[in-house]
């Protein structure tokens, strides 16, 4: 069982940034493919980024490709999300989320994902 507790959100201005934190309980953290999710009332969750367990393979959605970056510290079972040029778009509440590493899985979908966080909220201003 993996425990998330998603930190970092908040209210910023657009062009901003923010960082969220993702901490995770567990001695197994590093086994874990992690990512990052979000989701605005009425609309599905939609993937942002995963990274890998060891932090070599990460990916992103187009929306934020080159915005945001997703890395990981497997020494305080943290994963991280940088949040930079922050769009109003971008307004929703953010996932964390775990996955046990399957082959070939990238963890692009939330099907794949075996725990989550409850969320923090980021809200954009224009």
């Known amino acids: 069982q993996v425990q998330l507790v998603e930190s970092g959100g908040g209210l910023v201005q657009a062009g901003g940034s923010l960082r969220l934190s993702c901490a995770a309980s567990g001695r197994t953290f590093s086994s874990y493919g992690m990512g990052w999710f979000r989701q605005t009332p009425g609309k599905e969750r939609e993937f942002v980024a995963s990274?890998?367990?060891?932090?070599?393979?990460?990916y992103y959605a187009d929306s934020v490709k080159g915005r945001f970056t997703i890395s990981r510290d497997n020494a305080k079972n943290t994963v991280y999300l940088q949040m930079n040029s922050l769009k109003p778009e971008d307004t929703a509440n953010y996932y964390c989320?775990?996955?046990?590493?399957?082959?070939?899985?990238?963890?692009?979908?939330?099907?794949?994902?075996?725990?989550w966080g409850q969320g923090t909220q980021v809200t954009v201003s224009s």
């Open positions: 990274i890998s367990t060891t932090g070599l393979n990460t």
């Open positions: 989320a775990a996955r046990r590493p399957r082959l070939g899985v990238r963890g692009l979908a939330e099907v794949e994902y075996d725990y």
